[in-house]
């Protein structure tokens, strides 16, 4: 199975400054037709999770541009420009290109 | 708007069954494939398994073969995850998402949780 590995684990950000979290899989993700299919979740304190980004950096239809995504073959990252109250939960990376299909540990944005 | 409604979780004694169920509307679920996954509590999330758009293919994570089986009634517009054998490790929070192209989830109900406990 594709192991993802997100770091960090915790993230305390002040509000209005960036953060960035990292996603590293265990082999290349992508596939055959060229595609790369990493995604990227975000799932608010008693919420179900929300789709943010697609194939590495398709924002979501509603998603802030605040939010952005980037990487190839085994190393990705997702960006948050300025981080604002609502941004506070859990954020998951997720491979879509190989069976079973597999998700990141998950990194927790917070509040300083 | 896509709405998904899971429905049938509970408490169940290990090595029982439960179906789990999922009400899908606001757009064509016969053309959509469906997803089961889950969250143990404190947990993240586990993929569990994927039904194609017209039934033809199906997968499931290593841990649920030959224990779990995914369907769906297209004429109920209704996705089901039939659990058998439950073991004390499957008590999560299941949900249902639609599939976007590219097997990629997008839509997710609020879930439903179930506990395997003696």
């Known amino acids: 199975d594709v192991v993802m590995t997100q770091s960090p684990l915790s993230l305390p950000v002040t509000l209005g400054q960036p953060a960035s979290i990292s996603c590293r899989s265990s082999q290349s993700l992508v596939y055959s037709d060229g595609n790369t299919y990493l995604n990227w979740f975000q799932q608010r304190p008693g919420q179900s999770p929300r789709r943010l980004i697609y194939?590495?950096?398709n924002r979501d239809s509603g998603v802030p541009d605040r939010f952005s995504g980037s990487g190839s073959g085994t190393d990705f990252t997702l960006k948050i420009s300025r981080v604002e109250a609502e941004d506070v939960g859990l954020y998951y990376c997720m491979q879509t290109t190989h069976w079973p299909l597999t998700f990141g540990g998950g990194t927790q944005v917070e509040i300083k | 708007q896509v709405q998904l409604v899971e429905s049938g979780g509970g408490e169940v004694q290990p090595g029982r069954s439960l179906r789990l169920s999922c009400a899908a509307s606001?757009?064509?679920?016969?053309?959509?494939?469906m997803h089961w996954l889950r969250q143990a509590p404190g947990k993240g999330l586990e993929w569990v398994a994927i039904i194609f758009y017209d039934g033809s293919n199906k997968y499931y994570t290593d841990s649920v073969k030959g224990r779990f089986t995914i369907s769906r009634d297209d004429s109920k517009n209704t996705l089901y995850l039939q659990m058998d054998s439950l073991r004390d490790e499957d008590t999560a929070v299941y949900y249902c998402?639609?599939?976007?192209?590219?097997?990629?989830?997008?839509?997710w109900g609020q879930g439903t949780l179930v506990t395997v406990s003696s």
């Open positions: 194939k590495v950096s």
């Open positions: 998402a639609r599939s976007s192209p590219w097997v990629i989830p997008d839509y």
């Open positions: 606001g757009f064509k679920f016969r053309n959509a494939g």
